[in-house]
């Protein structure tokens, strides 16, 4: 496609995907954006590669390829290569900005020795990691949940299938207080954003709260509990897609000091 390049990422492209795109639409995102570009540095550093798409010289979109044995994400195994993350903006849409990353990330993935691409994909009506695309891109489903997927690619003939984690998480209760756990990971935008609000509507409530966190990023964490992100109060999972909103958490707090 005329005007279409993909580089590896640089300075003149790493704050872009850092802030996934968000560049300086919030202090928040901006302060956010600096621990997830020292985890990137660290992953460049261990083998992982960050493909970004220039269209006219203008970053639009960007792909990770990372290497399964330090995959913030999951899932487990060996020689594989993760794509945790494909990303384009709208307005590049139609001038082939998905399928020239995924072509960019099989040529690395090769280069790095790897057996094939292994990714989580979704079928719903989402922006985020399509698995309608990435079958139609030559991706076959090993495990399918719902609306999630685990689909991948490979090009020898013997190849392990890698493991999904299972989580290991056990709750420690408290007398008297509400005990909230926080898995978070640096790889992730949303994630970093998420566990600024925890910590901030957790001051909030002083000696009533127990708060543990755990920087799921850090292997030896990964591996001991197996989960990559997760906000636990009281023992209860609470999810919401994006970021949690501090609100929803005061809220949720207030009612577990009441035992309801």
Not at 12 to 34: K, P
Not at 45 to 63: C, H, M, R, T, Y
Not at 109 to 115: C, G, L
Not at 217 to 228: F, G, H, N, S, T
């Amino acid at each position: 496609m005329p005007g279409l390049q993909i580089k590896e990422m640089d300075p003149a492209t790493e704050f872009f995907v850092a802030t996934c795109s968000h560049l300086d639409e919030s202090e928040e995102i901006v302060a956010g954006a600096e621990r997830r570009r020292t985890w990137l540095a660290k992953a460049q550093a261990q083998g992982a590669s960050i493909k970004v798409a220039l269209l006219d010289g203008e970053p639009v979109g960007f792909i990770h390829i990372i290497p399964i044995a330090i995959s913030p994400w999951g899932p487990l195994g060996e020689k594989l290569s993760v794509i945790p993350c494909l990303f384009s903006l709208n307005k590049a849409k139609g001038n082939g900005v998905g399928v020239a990353l995924m072509e960019s990330a099989e040529e690395e993935a090769r280069k790095q020795r790897s057996n094939g691409l292994v990714l989580e994909a979704y079928y719903h009506d989402c922006f985020f990691m399509p698995a309608p695309f990435f079958e139609h891109y030559g991706f076959s489903t090993m495990e399918r949940r719902g609306t999630w997927s685990l689909l991948w690619k490979v090009w020898e003939k013997e190849v392990e299938k890698p493991k999904l984690l299972h989580p290991r998480y056990a709750y420690q209760p408290v007398a008297g207080k509400v005990v909230v756990d926080l898995f978070w990971n640096s790889f992730c935008q949303t994630c970093i954003l998420e566990a600024r609000h925890v910590r901030q509507v957790v001051q909030e409530f002083k000696d009533d709260v127990v708060f543990n966190e755990y920087a799921a990023d850090d292997r030896e964490i990964l591996l001991k509990y197996q989960v990559p992100r997760a906000i636990f109060i009281n023992g209860k999972r609470y999810d919401w897609g994006y970021e949690a909103p501090e609100e929803e958490l005061r809220k949720i707090i207030r009612q577990a000091k009441q035992g309801e």
